[in-house]
């Protein structure tokens, strides 16, 4: 009996030629494509920039030029301000919805999540694109006001203002929120929102005691999909942003682009990878508060 | 009393849901209603029906080039990143060695980090090695972005195989090789399938991170950048984009409905509840990490 409990101890047979070829493709994405990559980021950003691969010598100039150049701070605070308005508008949207799919969808869930999920999977190209006909001078919803008798002139505030960058990016990553909610709000125990009916809370109460405080993990994990890709973006600054909306991302294209100095565009990604560091340790802190059950 | 009332507030809940999707899906569908305008313009009121803007997309050389460009990075990317999601979520789940839990974790990585700075690192490295900005770095470039959805795809998956399948065939004498291509493999096949469409549908639409690794032959997506300039091409963009838009909702559709009816299919179930919590657990693993 023992000898047949050891031979079947995982591993006790696995062959290593298997174990070898089964790690192997894994291994070099990762360590060579991610993390050697994100090393050579970081390695560049200490570098001066002489017009070569990886510059020359060692500095923290560049650091020192992000950190007392107000034009960075300026782009930096802008990123993050859209991007945490985006991330707000995203979740507060998202979580009605996510809370119909979880408590009242019934038998239309399936094909509710499968709607929701859709356009996660279509350009996100298409989609900034469809924003920029809708805000356009002469485009949808100038034409249409005009058409319906509200205003009689086409108005330019609609495109190139950071408002535009923030509808936009709100609208395209919008699928991104709705699921972890979703989870988080199915996961809870039907018991507990039992109990607490049963113990005279008001639908609202236990929605503000119970549902809410055991919803915050996917709260958080909507919030942290939808930050990450919005505080680097330059696509949409780029198409319905205009001047005024220049993000950090538009700045690090540049910087590998027409300025042409990439280890100054390497510091200023390693100062982003810095900033969302930081978010996420903040979201791990206040998810453990919440009592994390991811 | 109080049932009534929470069937009153789904139902205004059920009327903020249809304005929610109208809200997610009308932007989009405004591309295919203006492809057909006869108009250069995006704007109301319509000027009649036309075809005549995806006349212009035959026998422009330029596109089909990029047509092909992407169609050959797609298949190829999905490919490996299909492969290196099997892999790395197997070996993470059965491998039982920090090594393959720690490839397993950076493979999601790319999630927590924004699409430019892939790009730019990846910018840096094929440079290093003499690839310089190429089709092959665009596919290298497309594995990394699909990585994390098929990892997750297949882990949920592989997970949701019952272990006593895996363990019986280990005990009746097949080896993990065998073990691996003639049981697990098949019964996570429908997973594979829709992996390797997003994965594909991932690489065929992926814009920010291209842009820093296409040499001199665009794909798609950059053609349609390209020409984002010139106010002339903007209907022979809303044609092509409509092409895209519906070939991707129906690969996309595809996918979901395989990695759906996959997970049902050989989820156990003594109860219904197991079976949900067994999808739950797949989707939880997908948006927590």
Redesign the interface.
């Known amino acids: 009996m023992s000898t047949i409990v050891a031979a079947h101890a995982p591993g006790a047979r696995s062959s290593s030629g298997f174990r070898v070829a089964m790690l192997l493709p894994g291994a070099l994405v990762t360590f060579l494509l991610i993390l050697f990559a994100l090393g050579l980021v970081l390695f560049l950003a200490f570098r001066n920039n002489d017009g070569s691969l990886l510059g020359t010598g060692f500095s923290l100039a560049n650091f020192a030029t992000v950190l007392s150049d107000p034009l960075y701070w300026t782009v930096t605070l802008r990123s993050l301000i859209i991007a945490a308005l985006v991330t707000l508008a995203t979740v507060v949207t998202a979580y009605p919805v996510a809370y119909y799919l979880a408590f009242h969808a019934g038998r239309r869930r399936g094909l509710l999540l499968f709607l929701v999920t859709l356009p996660f999977w279509t350009s996100y190209l298409l989609r900034v694109f469809a924003w920029k006909i809708v805000l356009a001078y002469n485009g949808v919803l100038n034409s249409a006001l005009i058409e319906s008798g509200i205003w009689s002139e086409p108005t330019l505030a609609f495109l190139n203002t950071p408002a535009a960058v923030v509808v936009t990016l709100a609208h395209a990553y919008a699928p991104f929120a709705i699921l972890p909610i979703y989870v988080a709000l199915d996961t809870i125990p039907k018991s507990l929102i039992e109990a607490a009916s049963d113990l005279g809370a008001r639908p609202f109460t236990s929605f503000r005691r119970v549902v809410l405080p055991n919803s915050m993990p996917g709260v958080l994990a909507a919030a942290l999909v939808v930050f990450v890709p919005t505080v680097g973006d330059y696509v949409t600054p780029a198409l319905v942003g205009g001047p005024a909306s220049t993000m950090i991302g538009t700045l690090i294209q540049a910087e590998f682009g027409k300025a042409n100095d990439w280890p100054f565009g390497a510091a200023l990604a390693v100062a982003v990878m810095l900033v969302i560091l930081a978010v996420v340790l903040v979201a791990r802190f206040t998810d453990r508060r919440f009592g994390s059950r991811t | 009393m ?1 049932i009534a ?2 069937q009153g ?2 139902r205004w ?2 009327l ?2 249809i304005a ?2 109208v ?3 009308l ?2 569908l ?2 295919p209603l ?1 492809s057909f305008n006869n108009s250069i ?5 319509l000027q009649g029906f036309t075809l005549q803007w995806y006349a212009t997309l035959y026998g422009n050389t330029v596109l089909s080039g990029a047509l092909v460009n992407s169609l050959v990075i797609a298949t190829i990317a999905a490919t ?1 990143a299909t ?2 999601g099997i ?2 979520s ?2 993470d789940l ?4 920090p ?2 839990a ?3 974790a ?2 999601r ?9 892939v ?7 094929i ?2 090695i003499g690839l310089g900005p190429s089709r092959i770095a665009i596919v ?1 470039g497309h ?2 972005v699909a ?1 994390p959805t098929t990892v997750v795809i297949m882990r949920s998956r592989f997970a949701a195989i019952p272990k006593t399948i895996r ?1 019986a065939a ?2 009746l004498g097949a ?3 065998t073990t ?1 291509r003639r049981v697990m493999l098949p019964l996570s096949l429908p997973a594979i399938v829709s992996a390797f469409m ?1 994965a594909f ?2 690489s065929f ?1 992926e ?2 991170v291209v ?2 690794l296409a040499g001199t032959e665009p794909t798609l ?1 950059l053609y ?2 390209s020409q ?1 300039r010139f106010p002339k091409s ?1 209907p022979t ?2 044609a092509l ?1 409509t092409s ?2 519906a070939a ?2 129906v ?3 595809i ?2 409905i395989l990695r ?1 009816r996959g997970l049902s299919a050989t989820a156990p179930r003594p109860t219904d509840q197991s079976q949900a919590k067994q999808t ?1 657990r797949g ?2 693993q ?3 990490t």
Request: hydrophobic share 60%.
């Open positions: 109080s009332h929470t507030g789904g809940l059920g903020y849901v929610y999707l809200f997610l899906y932007p989009v405004l591309i203006f313009q995006a704007a109301f009121p490996g492969l290196c892999t790395v197997y070996m059965y491998g039982r060695s090594l393959a720690t490839i397993s950076v493979a990585l790319p999630i927590l980090i924004p699409g430019v700075i790009g730019i690192s990846l910018l840096i490295l440079n290093l290298l594995i990394l990585l363990e280990l005990d080896s993990d090789w691996f997003l549908l991932i639409d814009f920010i842009f820093f997506p349609i950048w984002l903007l963009v809303m984009g895209i838009l991707s909702f690969i996309a559709a996918a979901e759906h739950k989707e939880l997908w948006h927590s």
